[in-house]
C-alpha cells in the first residue's frame, strides 16, 4: 500500500515536535509533502524555526518547511510561553536550524499541492490554531472539495477548556478559522483534550523514550520534561499530555482511537465562551454531523507505535 500523503500544518511546540518525529518515522505508511508553519504556541518566527530544528533532529533536513500566518483571522494573537517557554521548544539544547525556510508561503503551498495532487489524496493535519488552512480555504474555495480528510487536533468536550474554561487553545486562539473549516464540509477528524490528556507521558513512559539511546530518544524525554509543567500543576497529571501526536497516531492506527460521528460548531461571539467547541455529543439538536469527535485512545497502544517508530530515527 503506498504511503498516504499529509502536510502538517504546526506551531511547534513540544507536542507538535513529537508529532512531526512520529510521522518522520514512518515513511512506509506517511508520506510527509511538507510542514506549514502558523503563529500559535509561540510567533511565527519561532514556530518556523523550531520545526525546522525539529526535522534536522529526526535527520530529515529534505522536507520543506513553509512561513503560514502570523496572526488569526480577526484577532491578536494569544501565546502559550507559559506552557512551552520562550521558544516554544525549551527542554532540549538543540542546535540553531540550518536548512532553509522554503520561499513560498505555506498558504500557496497548500492551494498548490491540493490542486496538483490527484483530488483526494492528500490529508491535512493541522496541529495548532487554523488560521492557514482557514486562509487556504476562502482563497481557494475550490480545494475543499479536493482534501481527502483534516484530522487535528483541537477542541474539548468532556474535557472542558485548557485556556479558559470554555475553549482548548488551539480553536481559542483563532475560533474565526476553527469555523470556517467546521462549516468547510471536508471530511473532519477531531482529537480534542478528552482524549489528549488520556496519552499522558508517566514515568515509566518517558524512561523508555530516554532509553532509546538515541538523540531522538532524549530530546523527546527532555521536551516532555520541561512540557509537564504546565499540566501537572493545572491538573494534577501524571505527566504531559501528548496533544498533538495524537493526530499522526491515528492515521497509522485508527484503532487505538473511539469517538462518534456528530455535530461540532464553534462560538465565535460570546467573550464568556469564546472558541468553545459545542459538540453535539447526545444527539439533542438536528445540526447535521459534521466531525468524528474522538473520545478514548488505548494509551499503552499509543506509546508502544509512538516509542518503536521515535526508535526508528
Ligand atoms: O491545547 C493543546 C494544543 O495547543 C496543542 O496543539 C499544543 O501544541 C498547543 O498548540
Ligand atoms: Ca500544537
Redesign the pocket.
Known amino acids: 500500500m503506498p504511503a498516504r500523503d499529509i502536510i502538517i500544518d ?7 515536535a513529537v508529532a512531526i518525529m512520529l510521522a518522520l518515522g514512518s515513511p512506509d505508511a506517511l508520506s510527509v509533502l511538507g510542514i506549514t508553519c502558523v503563529a ?2 509561540v510567533p511565527l518566527p519561532l514556530t518556523s524555526r523550531n520545526a525546522r530544528m525539529v526535522c534536522e533532529l529526526a535527520g530529515h533536513p529534505e522536507v520543506p518547511v513553509y512561513a503560514g500566518c502570523a496572526a488569526p483571522l480577526a484577532r491578536p494573537l494569544v501565546t ?1 510561553e507559559h ?2 517557554g520562550r521558544t516554544g521548544l525549551d527542554g532540549p539544547d538543540l542546535p540553531e536550524p540550518t536548512m532553509p525556510l522554503q520561499d513560498k508561503d505555506a498558504v500557496s503551498f497548500l492551494i498548490d499541492t491540493l490542486r496538483d495532487r490527484p483530488a483526494g489524496t492528500v490529508t491535512l493535519c493541522p ?3 487554523l488560521t492557514n488552512i482557514a486562509t487556504a480555504l476562502t482563497r481557494a474555495p475550490d480545494i475543499a472539495d479536493r482534501i481527502a480528510e483534516i484530522v487535528l ?2 477542541g ?1 468536550y468532556f474535557e472542558v477548556g ?2 479558559t474554561p470554555a475553549a ?4 481559542y ?1 483563532d475560533p474565526e478559522a476553527a469555523a470556517i473549516v467546521f462549516r468547510s464540509g471536508v471530511p473532519l477528524t477531531v482529537m480534542p ?1 478528552d482524549v ?1 490528556h488520556k496519552a499522558l507521558v508517566t514515568a515509566p513512559r518517558n524512561n523508555a523514550f530516554r532509553a532509546l539511546g538515541t538523540p531522538v530518544g532524549l530530546a523527546t524525554a527532555q521536551m516532555t520534561d520541561f512540557f509537564e509543567r504546565f499540566d501537572k500543576a493545572k491538573y494534577g497529571s501524571e505527566g504531559a ?1 501528548l ?2 501526536p495524537c493526530v499522526i497516531a491515528y492515521l497509522l492506527e485508527p484503532s487505538l482511537f473511539s469517538g462518534r460521528h456528530i455535530n461540532v460548531e464553534i462560538e465565535t461571539t460570546s467573550e464568556l465562551t469564546l472558541g468553545m467547541t459545542v459538540a453535539d455529543w447526545w444527539g439533542v439538536t438536528d445540526r447535521a454531523p459534521n466531525a468524528t469527535f474522538m473520545g478514548d485512545v488505548d494509551a499503552d497502544g499509543f506509546f508502544a507505535l509512538l516509542t518503536e517508530r521515535l526508535g526508528r530515527l
Open positions: 504546526t506551531d511547534p511546540g513540544q507536542d507538535d500559535g504556541n502559550a506552557v512551552h496541529l495548532g490554531p487536533m483541537g474539548a485548557n485556556i482548548e487553545f488551539n480553536i486562539v483534550l489528549t499530555p496533544h498533538d
